[in-house]
């Protein structure tokens, strides 16, 4: 089970979310408070003071912007701030470029692509839970997936290139078994990795490490109702059972969430609480609140995933054809061949070698389905991208592409953090909130979304405000 919980959660972070391997969102410290009508923007809001014969030497009407207070403010702690540099993935990513230069032919064109998926894995792997920067470059995989499927760069794929990099199995679920992730746990290089290999392969298929920041930004950013930057108990807890309110527990055991809370009798849901309890004691109880709160808190974070996400194409879509035809797995107890409702001797060795054909099979499934979608990817770029028309993408039309995506998607991610209101734009008020945030060192004031706080978010900040 552990390929499909993988498959299943891993394709869900790339095809959802949401820069490039390096950040290529910061923007510089640039952008000075506008003073003057040039490089006012339409929807900018001025305040003329005129005097009778004009309001400055030149006899043109004094103006200033409504905000400026709140920008003035922004550019002093811009110039007190100390200097930082941005975090990088630069020493893993150099780690998986040695490997692969060392066991693959350096004509294959998806070197670059396999040592970046290398070294993102490796980042979930080192436990750097509360990353909110493994989510961000996840996804910009899925673009860089969908570019890598023209192999020859010539501008469109064929059937065969599709064929090759299925047989390549390029996806974030085949990185799980790759050797070079197995290499990187087995410490003691006996060849067998640690006694806690299974575990943590399991973490890192969950997701456990690699979301935690996009969970904990998505839980304040929802949570906290006085907007003070921190989550207190109270809000914890209030929100917490707001997002539980729309988790339903089935009798039979499976566990989902609704679209309307109000669907769900939550006199019910105790009664239905009750039945595991008293067949199988309270500690089932508690397996099944625990999974529950996961499940609220992955679906709390799912819009700001969305949000994160830098390919344009329908995710719906996209996953709707990832899991077509999906392997059946091998039933435990279809093996009980004497009825006695144990499985052992010949029957468990039946049923191991019946699981390791189902992991091979999920593995040939997962590289095909990469490789379909990856296509659908590439023709729906093709239909956005192709600006001359002449049905190919080149690298300039796909740069653009890029750039567009990326922009599209920071702006995205700079309404949804920072405008309170929802009217459309980030005001002056808006601004103060940041700034208060930014000096308590809330996570709400990480506004690059590399998971850590400092002058590199004054800089994001500063951008997307002027630019408005």
């Known amino acids: 089970m552990r390929w499909v919980i993988g498959f299943l959660l891993i394709m869900g972070v790339v095809l959802a979310g949401a820069l490039g391997w390096f950040l290529t969102s910061q923007p510089s410290a640039g952008g000075s408070r506008l003073s003057s009508r040039e490089g006012v923007e339409p ?55 040695e490997w692969v230069r060392a066991n693959r032919p350096p004509e294959r064109p998806y070197n670059d692509l396999e040592a970046r998926m290398l070294a993102l894995t490796q980042t979930a792997l080192d436990g750097q839970e509360g990353s909110i920067l493994w989510a961000m470059n996840a996804a910009m995989l899925e673009v860089e997936m969908v570019r890598a499927l023209d192999a020859n760069a010539d501008g469109v794929v064929t059937d065969a290139e599709v064929e090759t990099f299925a047989a390549e199995n390029l996806n974030m679920l085949a990185m799980l078994d790759h050797p070079y992730i197995r290499s990187r746990l087995d410490a003691n290089r006996d060849g067998q990795g640690p006694a806690g290999e299974v575990s943590v392969l ?60 109000s669907l ?16 199988f004691g309270p500690s089932t109880l508690k397996a099944m609140e625990a999974r ?9 974070a799912q819009s ?23 392997p059946k797995a091998p039933e435990q107890m279809d093996f009980d061949e004497n009825g006695d409702g144990q499985i052992d001797g010949i029957e468990g060795e039946a049923f191991a070698a019946a699981a390791q054909e189902y992991q091979k099979q999920i593995a040939e499934w997962s590289a095909r389905q990469t490789a379909r979608v990856m296509r659908m990817g590439f023709e729906h770029a093709m239909r956005e991208h192709d600006l001359n028309g002449d049905g190919r993408l080149s ?33 002056s008020t808006e601004l103060m909130r940041f700034l208060d945030w930014h000096k308590a060192g809330s996570v709400r004031a990480d506004a690059n979304f590399d998971g850590v706080v400092n002058v590199l978010d004054l800089q994001a900040m500063m951008a997307n405000y002027t630019k408005q």
């Open 292 to 300: 529950r709160e996961i499940l609220a808190v992955q679906t709390l």
């Open 304 to 326: 700001l995933l969305d949000a994160m996400r830098v390919e344009n194409m329908d995710k719906n879509l996209l996953g709707e054809q990832m899991m077509q035809v999906v």
């Open 43 to 97: 929807h900018d809001v001025d305040l003329l003071a005129e005097s009778e014969g004009g309001g400055g030497p030149s006899g043109a009407p004094a103006m200033m912007r409504i905000d400026d207070e709140a920008l003035l403010r922004l550019e002093a702690e811009l110039a007190l701030a100390p200097a930082t540099v941005g975090r990088t993935d630069e020493e893993r990513l150099a780690a998986a470029w």
């Open 395 to 427: 690298d300039r039309e796909w740069d653009m592409r890029l750039e567009d995506l990326l922009a599209a998607r920071e702006k995205r991610l700079f309404l949804r953090s920072y405008d309170l209101d929802g009217n459309g734009r980030v005001d």
């Open 264 to 279: 769900i009798d939550q006199n019910e849901q105790e009664a239905v609480k009750q039945t595991p309890t008293e067949r």
């Open 202 to 261: 399991h973490d890192l298929a969950s997701m456990q490490n690699a979301i935690g920041g996009v969970a904990e930004r998505a839980k304040i950013e929802s949570w906290d109702v006085d907007l003070d930057g921190a989550l207190t108990e109270a809000e914890t807890l209030a929100g917490m059972e707001a997002t539980l309110a729309s988790v339903e527990i089935h009798e039979d055991g499976p566990i989902e969430v609704v679209s309307d809370a």
